[in-house]
């Protein structure tokens, strides 16, 4: 735990704060969309944001796969995960061409066929990530085409494909059966699968949408402990599908909880619940949420593990937009009228803090500092993110009524869940 105040149950918005803040919030996140737009036409082709430090991207290659590559000491072959951002930045110029900026989406347009590739890659789970931000955003918003968007088809066939064949689990890391990597399974991957629920409502291909409901009930079932907090990577002998240990690879710990987990936790299960109306998904979203609560900040800056309690802890803005964005989902898709507004006013009291976190200032890249991407390998420990970017624009953008929850889902919740839910704006 951090020892800066927690805010238990109840969440305020910033004491400051009035109707507007999240309207000025929105506005401060175009303007600092509108800067990322204008350097990323001085950018090499083909390399996209993944992380800040000291105030610069480091950039990566959007075809840079998942690979074993050798450590500094060239003694002991490391994990490298690629480039599992890229779409990030596309949906940072999707969101800036809902303010009427042509100049972003054509920007974005132009790059797509740079990333289509990907839409076969066999080495990662992350195709959600990939493609649902940079294809699937712009179709629902009616800036591609079907045929257009015909890559983000593409690559949720092949997560399906990383189903496991004995649980049902999707495998996360390395390619498809790797030896190596095929029994891991991360709580992140609950965020990869609305790449799934889209490409199941909208072409209609129900094996997706089995595949990305076992993988759900599975993890609903195992990523847990008894007070709320996920684990964030689990093995599974992936012959006979048995839970072998359960751990972490970015977190502090195995007993502890890394607040982004968690964060991918609440709005991958909140997703899940829209997608399926199952209450499984439900009660697995309320878990993840009422643990993430009850330990956040009062100053909504979750610690990147929710175990350091050391003061300097380093802060992660990324996991406090992801969970605010799964807030307003569950705000807007709860039947319970009261519930769900107790989700929706959080998830606004949230946005609300994180208007601080937006950068203004030129001289320096990113949107949404005070991020980490992983501490324990001592990248990009304060700064900006790519995914931490996306997130919060979109959960701005729902919040500002710029997009629908629909439009958002990628599906309708109604006629998922076959009955009336109570909907925010
Ligand atoms: N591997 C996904 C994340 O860093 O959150």
Redesign the pocket.
Known sequence: MSDRETVGAGFAAPADSNGSALGAAWEAYLSAARRERDSAREREPGLYPHYTENGRWHLLAVDALSSWGETASSERLAYE?GN?TAGFWFGVMWLLALDGDDDAAQLASSQLAALAPRSVDTTTH?LG?LFSPSFVLPFETGRLTDAEAAPALAAARTLARRRNASSGYIQAFGPIGDHRFAGTS?I?TMLNLPLLWWAAATYGEAELFDVARHHARLSARLFFRADGSTYHLNHYDPLGGELLDRGT??GAGGSSCWS??QA?AITGFAWAYAATGEMEMLEAATRAATYFWRHLPADGIPPWDFSDSSPDARCDA?AAAVAALGALILGGTLPDEAAAAVHWSRGTALLGHLAACINDDDEQSGILLQSC??KPHDLGVDGS?G?GDYFLGLALALANGRLDLRTVLGFDPEARRGRKGASRP
Do not use: I
Request: charged share 20%.
């Open positions: 995960h599992w992350d990530f991360t992140d690879f970015q982004r987990g991918w990324s991407y992983s993110t995914f």
